[in-house]
């Protein structure tokens, strides 16, 4: 059965295309594609990406877990709100999941996993969780919104208690901080600067329409692709998954491979025989996945390919 968040009925009163996305009804658009990619690139766009799924673990022993479990470092978070882009992977190197990692408190951190792979992931971290004595609870009381673009994060101050607002505005980029019931975080999905804030479902479409009021204008998954691809940014399930390592993705920076680090799935981190590529089609046309491609790094597929909106023109990340 497809499943709805709290938004979906709000979507619909907006007149959104809605299309199954890894068993989720989502909006794929609200009208032109092409204007709500333009609409974050130039002013400040929403997305409904409560479909992601926001795992706590809390514990004495929280951080030794995520030490064995990231292919990042978690010991570079040190201040609360703190956040880090890692790979999770399994013993095969494979990558299980991408994810962000929020540093609360010494014994509290936060997940933000993909919704495709919420089964998976919530497996693999319970299982490996048990052996730390750490508390793994998956909080479906909270929705999301990621708020985007160059005036994203004043639309969404002007929505904020004035008692929190200084905070939020104070907030460094892939950083977070709660104000009120809202967890707000300087991250995002589209190469641009905004926030993506969980809000208590129960106050999630209060939350969506009052930004609509503030002058953000609702985006679907189709402007969240083109403006990912844009940026370079790889999508788990085409770009990566667990049959691909993260030094062939293009991800070699989220991994830290310091001597004395020991995390799952390093032993089988050869060097890679693949690299991740750029490529820009010069002629008419639109670049899709799976065509293939003959570079000076050799011959390889396209795994993510679309017309580009602020190019003009069609672009692919290959491998």
């Known amino acids: ?22 068993g989720w009804d989502m909006p794929i658009n609200y009208g032109s594609q092409i204007e709500e990619h333009h609409q974050v690139r130039r002013d400040a766009g929403m997305f409904d990406v409560s479909h992601m799924t926001v795992v706590d673990l809390r514990g004495d022993h929280a951080r030794a877990l995520l030490r064995r479990l990231m292919a990042n470092n978690v010991d570079k978070l040190r201040n609360p709100g703190k956040a880090l882009y890692t790979c999770m992977l399994d013993r ?8 962000i990692v929020y540093f609360r408190e010494e014994n509290f951190f936060r997940l ?27 909080r479906r009381d909270m929705a999301m919104i990621a708020v985007q673009g160059p005036n994203a994060r004043a639309r969404v101050h002007g929505l904020l208690h004035a008692a929190d607002r200084a905070q939020v505005e104070a907030l460094e980029k892939f950083s977070g901080c709660e104000a ?3 967890f707000v975080a300087r991250t995002g999905y589209t190469g641009e600067d905004g926030y993506e804030v969980m809000v208590p479902v129960h106050q999630a479409v209060a939350f969506w329409n009052g930004l609509v009021e503030a002058g953000v204008k609702p985006c679907g998954l189709g402007a969240r692709d083109t403006l990912r691809l844009e940026a370079g940014m790889s999508l ?38 693949r690299a991740q590529i750029g490529v820009l089609l010069l002629d008419q046309g639109v670049l899709r996945s799976h065509q293939p491609v003959h570079a ?16 003009g023109r069609s ?3 290959a491998r």
């Open 112 to 138: 933000v996993v993909n919704a495709a792979t919420r089964d998976k992931d919530l497996a693999w971290i319970e299982g490996e969780a048990r052996a730390f004595g750490v508390s793994v609870a998956e």
């Open 180 to 182: 009120g019931a809202l």
């Open 1 to 22: 059965m497809t499943r709805q968040t709290v938004l979906n009925e709000a979507h619909r009163a907006l007149g959104a295309r809605m299309v199954d996305f890894g």
């Open 236 to 273: 788990y399930g085409q770009d990566m998954d667990d049959t691909t390592r993260p030094l062939e993705s293009g991800l070699a920076w989220t991994v830290d491979m310091r001597p004395g680090r020991d995390f799952v799935g390093r032993g089988a981190l050869a060097a890679p025989r």
């Open 92 to 99: 095969a190197g494979g990558v299980v999941d991408d994810l």
């Open 315 to 317: 672009i692919a990340l």
């Open 296 to 311: 000076p790094q050799g011959a390889g597929m396209t795994t993510s390919g679309s017309f580009a909106p602020t190019l």
